[in-house]
């Protein structure tokens, strides 16, 4: 996912006296983990907060590092396998965006990986405009749904049903991803289109929270929200006239590779869905 960037222009046991124990609850596995997976992402949201630019800029967490503690977070929830495969998805989707920068000469780090949350780039400065920013954006996307368009296809040459759900996770990843909210990269995609299509996907975000909740939504609608108040207010800026000022075949590229991509998700995700009893 997310690139982080300077703005444009501008996851026991509980202690109880010796003796006592306290009442049986009901166990309710689904909830209980995530409890502890919200109370996991808002420790690591409250430490990288604090210390998370010195960390980067001392080289204390390094990217190997970082995916290996991904790693097993994500095994948490599927197996070391699963933990692995999803690691290398998200890999994948970061190079793309690291490419295309660099392709434009801007300066990118490798992808440091926030368990649950992704992974983040650091670049020394936005690409020059709307339309560069839109292809960084949608670079990360076609690549990763590429690499999960190969998972797809080892997993039906081998008859893995693993390989196929795994596929699965990654189409619906990348698809995720084009949400036109910042900071996922349909956000970035789409302001080479309209700023009003953020709203659409702020709306689409919480609508999304109230019919599936999920600890990670309020997070990313959070700073979602902070971002589009901020880039909203900024729009008119003439400093950043020349940023948004896109031409109508830069527009329609953008709309059709954004659209396009989005399709050919939802086909591969229904395609490579797997029953719940796998």
Do not use: C
């Amino acid at each position: 996912m997310r690139v982080v960037s300077p703005e444009p222009g501008l996851h026991d046991f509980e202690s109880e006296p010796y003796g006592v124990r306290s009442p049986v609850r009901p166990v309710r596995p689904l909830r209980d983990l995530g409890r502890r997976l919200w109370a996991l992402l808002v420790a690591a949201g409250a430490f990288l907060a604090k210390f998370g630019a010195v960390l980067y800029k001392l080289k204390l967490v390094t990217v190997a590092g970082s995916m290996i503690v991904s790693v097993g977070a994500y095994a948490l929830l599927g197996g070391w396998w699963f933990g692995v495969g999803l690691v290398g998805l998200i890999f994948v989707h970061e190079m793309g965006h690291v490419a295309e920068l660099r392709r434009q000469g801007v300066a990118a780090s490798a992808p440091l990986f926030i368990p649950f949350l992704g992974a983040v780039i650091g670049m020394k400065r936005l690409p020059r405009n709307a339309w560069r920013e839109a292809q960084v954006a949608l670079a990360g996307p076609l690549l990763g749904s590429l690499g999960a368009a190969l998972v797809w296809a080892a997993g039906a040459y081998s008859g893995s049903r693993f390989l196929t759900a795994l596929a699965f996770i990654g189409f619906f990843i990348n698809l995720f991803n084009l949400i036109p909210i910042v900071p996922l990269d349909g956000g970035r995609a789409v302001a080479a289109l309209h700023p009003a299509i953020w709203l659409l996907g702020l709306a689409g975000l919480v609508a999304l929270e109230v019919i599936r909740p999920s600890p990670i939504l309020p997070v990313i609608i959070l700073i979602g929200g902070l971002e589009l108040g901020r880039r909203w207010r900024s729009r008119n800026l003439p400093r950043l006239a020349d940023y948004y000022r896109v031409k109508p075949w830069q527009r329609a590229a953008v709309a059709s590779v954004y659209l396009g991509l989005a399709a050919l998700l939802v086909v591969a995700m229904n395609a490579t869905h797997v029953p719940r009893s796998f």
